[in-house]
């Protein structure tokens, strides 16, 4: 039975109070047909019973771990320290909900200011905020950042075609009435031809590192550029890639964005993620969401506090430019758990072995007959893999026949690479099964052999 709270004297005085005699009467007013509609519902079960059920369709599912996978396309399968999940599943924080009165909650203000720290730290920014519902979400929120900077009278944003689908989709739909325009990555654009694009309505020049292709360009004198336009410069990035190479802040961005999932985040089927957002100072009156400071309080004791709250809608109102309610916080803690149990020196690790894994893994199939990978540009943890074949073919071959997760493919965003795959290596990814994967592709047909039209 379910608990109800009310008693019969309880729900009397309700009925009084409203001017009714009856809860019959209560529901006069519905008409009959609306009041009672024929529900196609099964019997009801027990609670054991669901269970039951419940477990039947779970054991359907299958278990990724059970698979090599190697598909990437911003959302990776890295190892997570157990020390992760000890901390998240602590009820003091699973539990909590957004910091309306946030002084009152200073272990989850602690939480995310370290977070903040750790995020500048490896941006080589200023200022952090607590993070934003994902990836593509804090791009958009750069976008808005820029359009507020410039008081709207720079509109147009330059989007290098190597910054994730998703990510460009996102931040198009948040701006289709706010008047910015996009240009850039509708076609082939190289990195001089969005150079080219500058001029004195360009609010800001976004471009990814690595790129959606894996591959690292080479931005030395981007910022350069950039700046003399007058325009800011947005990096989106790998947060496990800056372990290893210069930080966006060394390179001249203004803002660092992009999908914290890889730290310490499950794959999860999708999400929930966690968008890391990052600039320079001067900037962090324009930026959504929330920032966290550090202060003393009357005792002098170290307190935390919420700083610059007046950019939250919940005071702005129909004039918020945001839509954070609630920063993911507690996948801003998987992260924070994740950067400090892995250290600088940890963190430099996850991304050597990425590096030389994926490294070794291009090489075996670069050499293999029929296929073919661009080692043009360096890369670090993925690379497009040209295949004899169509990469839906080869992917359902590879699942079926040898447990393997093929790589992403890349003709779902861009039309005319049927044969070209998006293939990720994480330091999750052996050597055997790296192997696995070149033997696999070597010759499908061959292993396919008579049962080829199944």
């Not at 694009?197 to 981007?222: C, K």
């Not at 935390?304 to 803690?333: F, H, W």
Request: glycine residues 8%.
């Amino acid at each position: 039975m379910s608990y109800i709270p009310h008693t019969d004297a309880d729900r009397a005085d309700m009925l009084k109070t409203i001017g009714v005699q009856s809860m019959e009467e209560l529901f006069d007013r519905v008409p009959d047909e609306q009041r009672f509609p024929p529900l196609d519902l099964p019997e009801g079960l027990s609670e054991m019973e669901v269970a039951w059920e419940v477990g039947g369709l779970a054991r359907a599912n299958v278990n990724t771990s059970d698979y090599a996978t190697f598909l990437g396309a911003g959302a990776y399968n890295h190892y997570i320290p157990s020390i992760v999940n000890h901390v998240l599943l602590r009820s003091e924080f699973y539990t909590a909900y957004t910091p309306y009165q946030p002084e009152v909650s200073q272990g989850t203000l602690q939480a995310i200011f370290e977070y903040q720290s750790m995020m500048i730290a490896l941006t080589g920014m200023e200022v952090a905020n607590a993070s934003h519902y994902d990836g593509a979400t804090a791009l958009a929120e750069a976008v808005t950042m820029a359009r507020a900077h410039y008081r709207g009278k720079r509109t147009k944003v330059i989007l290098s075609p190597g910054v994730n689908p998703q990510f460009r989709a996102v931040a198009r739909t948040y701006h289709q009435g706010s008047g910015m325009k996009f240009v850039g990555d509708k076609g082939s654009a190289t990195l001089t031809d969005l150079v080219d694009m500058l001029d004195d309505d360009t609010a800001m020049l976004v471009v990814s590192y690595p790129n959606f292709f894996g591959q690292i360009e080479d931005f030395s004198t981007l910022a350069e550029s950039v700046h003399k336009a007058g325009a800011l410069l947005c990096m989106v990035v790998d947060p496990i890639m800056l372990g290893l190479f210069k930080s966006p802040g060394e390179l001249g961005a203004d803002v660092v964005v992009g999908e914290g999932q890889s730290l310490g985040i499950p794959l999860s089927f999708g999400g929930p993620y966690l968008g890391f957002f990052a600039t320079r100072e001067e900037y962090v009156r324009k930026i959504a969401g929330r920032v966290v400071g550090q202060t003393v309080d009357n005792h002098g004791r170290r307190a935390y506090v919420m700083t610059l709250r007046p950019r939250e809608q919940d005071i702005r109102r129909e004039k918020a430019t945001s839509n954070i309610c609630t920063n993911q916080g507690l996948m801003s803690l998987a992260a924070c758990v994740y950067m400090s149990a892995m250290g600088k020196h940890g963190l430099r690790k996850v991304a050597e072995l990425c590096y030389q894994k994926s490294h070794y893994a291009a090489e075996q199939l670069n050499a293999l007959n029929g296929y073919s990978v661009d080692m043009s540009k360096p890369f670090f943890k993925e690379f497009v893999l040209t295949c004899p074949r169509p990469v839906a073919e080869l992917n359902d071959y590879l699942l079926e026949h040898w447990g393997i997760i093929g790589g992403y493919d890349l003709s779902k965003d861009l039309p005319g690479r049927e044969n070209q795959m998006l293939v990720a290596v994480t330091e999750m990814n052996i050597k055997d099964e790296i192997d696995t994967l070149v033997e696999a592709l070597r010759d499908p047909d061959a292993h396919l052999g008579h049962d080829h039209h199944h």
